[in-house]
Protein backbone atom coordinates (compact mmCIF):
# COMPACT_ATOMS: atom_id res chain seq x y z
CA UNK A 1 0.00 0.00 0.00
CA UNK A 2 1.29 3.53 -1.17
CA UNK A 3 1.23 6.28 1.11
CA UNK A 4 2.49 10.12 0.89
CA UNK A 5 4.74 8.77 4.36
CA UNK A 6 6.11 6.42 2.01
CA UNK A 7 6.60 8.20 -0.24
CA UNK A 8 8.53 11.13 1.70
CA UNK A 9 11.17 8.27 2.45
CA UNK A 10 12.88 8.46 -1.36
CA UNK A 11 15.15 10.84 -0.69
CA UNK A 12 16.82 9.41 2.59
CA UNK A 13 16.58 5.83 1.47
CA UNK A 14 18.59 7.01 -1.94
CA UNK A 15 21.39 8.58 0.69
CA UNK A 16 21.20 5.54 3.23
CA UNK A 17 22.19 3.16 0.26
CA UNK A 18 24.72 5.59 -0.07
CA UNK A 19 26.00 5.65 3.32
CA UNK A 20 25.54 1.87 3.71
CA UNK A 21 27.56 0.79 0.18
CA UNK A 22 30.50 3.25 1.76
CA UNK A 23 30.40 1.69 5.12
CA UNK A 24 30.25 -1.89 3.87
CA UNK A 25 33.23 -0.70 0.80
CA UNK A 26 35.15 1.28 3.94
CA UNK A 27 34.65 -2.41 6.24
CA UNK A 28 36.34 -5.00 2.82
CA UNK A 29 39.45 -1.99 2.29
CA UNK A 30 39.96 -2.42 6.22
CA UNK A 31 40.26 -5.71 5.91
CA UNK A 32 43.20 -5.90 3.50
CA UNK A 33 47.20 -5.62 5.12
CA UNK A 34 50.37 -5.54 3.24
CA UNK A 35 53.04 -8.39 3.15
CA UNK A 36 55.81 -9.68 1.33
CA UNK A 37 57.63 -13.17 0.94
CA UNK A 38 59.67 -14.35 3.29
CA UNK A 39 62.33 -15.09 0.89
CA UNK A 40 64.28 -12.99 -1.78
CA UNK A 41 63.11 -10.84 -3.66
CA UNK A 42 60.16 -9.81 -0.97
CA UNK A 43 57.51 -9.32 -3.38
CA UNK A 44 55.12 -7.19 -1.82
CA UNK A 45 51.63 -8.63 -1.65
CA UNK A 46 48.02 -7.60 -0.29
CA UNK A 47 46.68 -9.92 1.55
CA UNK A 48 42.62 -9.79 3.54
CA UNK A 49 42.25 -10.71 6.90
CA UNK A 50 39.06 -12.28 7.69
CA UNK A 51 37.59 -11.91 11.21
CA UNK A 52 34.53 -13.11 12.87
CA UNK A 53 33.06 -10.20 13.85
CA UNK A 54 33.82 -7.86 10.55
CA UNK A 55 32.08 -10.87 8.55
CA UNK A 56 28.99 -10.47 10.85
CA UNK A 57 28.84 -6.56 10.46
CA UNK A 58 29.29 -7.11 6.41
CA UNK A 59 26.71 -9.44 6.21
CA UNK A 60 24.29 -7.03 8.63
CA UNK A 61 25.15 -4.30 6.87
CA UNK A 62 24.88 -5.67 3.06
CA UNK A 63 21.00 -7.50 4.51
CA UNK A 64 19.68 -4.12 5.59
CA UNK A 65 20.92 -2.44 2.31
CA UNK A 66 19.39 -5.22 -0.05
CA UNK A 67 16.23 -4.31 2.07
CA UNK A 68 16.61 -0.42 1.49
CA UNK A 69 17.18 -1.11 -2.13
CA UNK A 70 13.87 -3.03 -2.04
CA UNK A 71 11.99 -0.50 -0.96
CA UNK A 72 14.06 2.65 -3.34
CA UNK A 73 12.96 0.34 -6.56
CA UNK A 74 9.58 -0.29 -4.96
CA UNK A 75 9.09 3.69 -4.80
CA UNK A 76 10.09 4.34 -7.93
CA UNK A 77 8.32 1.01 -9.77
CA UNK A 78 4.81 2.63 -8.40
CA UNK A 79 6.08 6.10 -9.76
CA UNK A 80 7.52 5.25 -13.11
CA UNK A 81 4.20 3.02 -13.14
CA UNK A 82 1.69 6.25 -13.06
CA UNK A 83 -0.02 5.90 -16.37
CA UNK A 84 -0.42 9.80 -16.64
CA UNK A 85 1.84 11.71 -17.63
CA UNK A 86 0.96 14.64 -15.51
CA UNK A 87 0.32 12.91 -12.66
CA UNK A 88 3.79 10.66 -12.78
CA UNK A 89 5.58 14.07 -13.22
CA UNK A 90 3.83 15.10 -9.69
CA UNK A 91 4.82 12.68 -8.44
CA UNK A 92 8.65 12.88 -9.67
CA UNK A 93 8.87 16.30 -8.57
CA UNK A 94 7.44 15.83 -5.31
CA UNK A 95 9.65 12.65 -4.08
CA UNK A 96 12.38 12.38 -6.42
CA UNK A 97 13.09 15.94 -6.65
CA UNK A 98 11.61 16.79 -3.41
CA UNK A 99 9.77 20.39 -4.77
CA UNK A 100 7.28 22.44 -2.82
CA UNK A 101 3.91 22.23 -3.98
CA UNK A 102 4.24 25.81 -5.82
CA UNK A 103 7.07 24.81 -7.57
CA UNK A 104 5.72 21.84 -8.86
CA UNK A 105 2.75 24.41 -10.34
CA UNK A 106 5.51 26.33 -11.80
CA UNK A 107 7.43 23.45 -13.55
CA UNK A 108 4.45 22.17 -15.07
CA UNK A 109 4.45 25.69 -16.25
CA UNK A 110 0.35 26.34 -14.69
CA UNK A 111 -0.66 29.27 -12.73
CA UNK A 112 -1.18 28.67 -9.30
CA UNK A 113 0.26 27.32 -5.81
CA UNK A 114 0.06 23.83 -6.39
CA UNK A 115 -3.06 23.39 -4.36
CA UNK A 116 -4.39 21.82 -7.39
CA UNK A 117 -1.44 19.15 -8.00
CA UNK A 118 -1.65 18.81 -4.23
CA UNK A 119 -5.10 17.62 -4.86
CA UNK A 120 -4.30 15.57 -7.97
CA UNK A 121 -1.95 13.88 -6.22
CA UNK A 122 -4.24 13.02 -3.21
CA UNK A 123 -6.95 11.69 -5.68
CA UNK A 124 -4.48 9.37 -7.08
CA UNK A 125 -3.45 7.90 -3.86
CA UNK A 126 -6.65 7.61 -2.59
CA UNK A 127 -7.83 5.89 -6.47
CA UNK A 128 -5.05 3.27 -6.02
CA UNK A 129 -5.73 2.47 -2.84
CA UNK A 130 -9.37 1.51 -3.42
CA UNK A 131 -8.80 -0.19 -6.54
CA UNK A 132 -6.12 -1.79 -4.33
CA UNK A 133 -9.07 -2.95 -1.50
CA UNK A 134 -11.56 -4.02 -4.35
CA UNK A 135 -8.69 -6.42 -5.47
CA UNK A 136 -8.25 -8.20 -2.44
Not at 26 to 42: A, N, R, T
Amino acid sequence: LMTPERLKQYRSLKAEIEELAEQIQMLESSDIVQGSDKEFPYIKHNFKVETAECDRTRELLRKELRLLKSEYHALNEFINNIADSETRRIFRNRYIEGLKWFQIASRLKVCGDGSTERKKHDRFLKVSRNSRKNML
